[in-house]
């Protein structure tokens, strides 16, 4: 699964990198070292604008966690922040977002834990030892992700913006490379040469979409351990990439 991640990058670069053509200057999200599920987080998609017709690609902040249009609840998406992409086209809960609404979520790279044997002594007890992965290169990652649109039946008009809520998932496969010395899953990241073809909302077939999944984009990852102070969704800044303390 992909559970945190790091998301530095500043949105004007992030509009280069992705060759972004609507942006709302209005629309923040600080950068984060500890990415949390229910935050914030900037993601690239392609919507058709209703005025020109033309489709453009934004970059928005959307609540990670996806909720379906049919939830009761916004609080079901804090379960949702991740779909298997050997299932992603045929849950209910993603299969319509999969068709129509894909989008892509920039990352300096994510965090995995890998469970440790307890060490010496009869108090002595198993932990979990948290990385941080991230391509050597040192280039943003585009995890693969989809969104979708949740009505508020809390709030009575629909001209209310507070009555739609938009939110996204990761889709994750096995994990390879370092990664996988690690956790069986990771997030899925789409190569640059895939992205038009990935996010274009008119593009409907599952079984092109899918093979731009099969192999993971960055294949030549770092790993390396980090303090445990990101085990706390509380504690952010660049510190949480440091090594190891020795009580760690």
Not at 150 to 170: F, H, K, L
């Amino acid at each position: 699964m992909c559970g945190r991640f790091v998301a530095t990058r500043s949105p004007q670069d992030l509009v280069g990198l992705f060759q972004v053509t609507q942006w709302d200057p209005s629309d923040l999200v600080a950068p984060s070292w500890n990415v949390a599920p229910t935050d914030d987080v900037w993601t690239v998609l392609e919507r058709l604008d209703r005025g020109t017709g033309a489709v453009e690609r934004q970059l928005r902040a959307l609540r990670w966690g996806l909720v379906p249009s049919w939830a009761k609840s916004l609080g079901v998406g804090a379960k949702m922040i991740n779909a298997r992409v050997e299932t992603v086209h045929e849950k209910p809960a993603y299969r319509r977002a999969f068709a129509k609404r894909r989008c892509l979520l920039p990352a300096d790279g994510f965090y995995e834990w890998q469970a440790l044997p307890a060490g010496g002594g009869a108090t002595a007890k198993p932990r979990k030892q948290p990385y941080f992965i991230t391509p050597e290169d040192g280039q943003v990652m585009a995890l693969a992700g989809l969104y979708e649109f949740w009505r508020d039946p809390g709030v009575a008009s629909d001209d209310d913006p507070a009555a739609w809520r938009t939110t996204c998932t990761i889709i994750t496969t096995e994990a390879t490379d370092a990664a996988g010395r690690i956790h069986p899953r990771m997030p899925l990241a789409i190569a640059p040469d895939h992205y038009d073809e990935w996010l274009d909302p008119a593009h409907h077939d599952n079984d092109e979409l899918l093979a731009l999944l099969t192999t993971p984009a960055h294949g030549d990852l770092d790993a390396r351990a980090v303090n445990t102070a990101v085990n706390n969704v509380r504690n952010n800044g660049p510190h949480l990439l440091d090594p190891p303390l020795p009580q760690d």
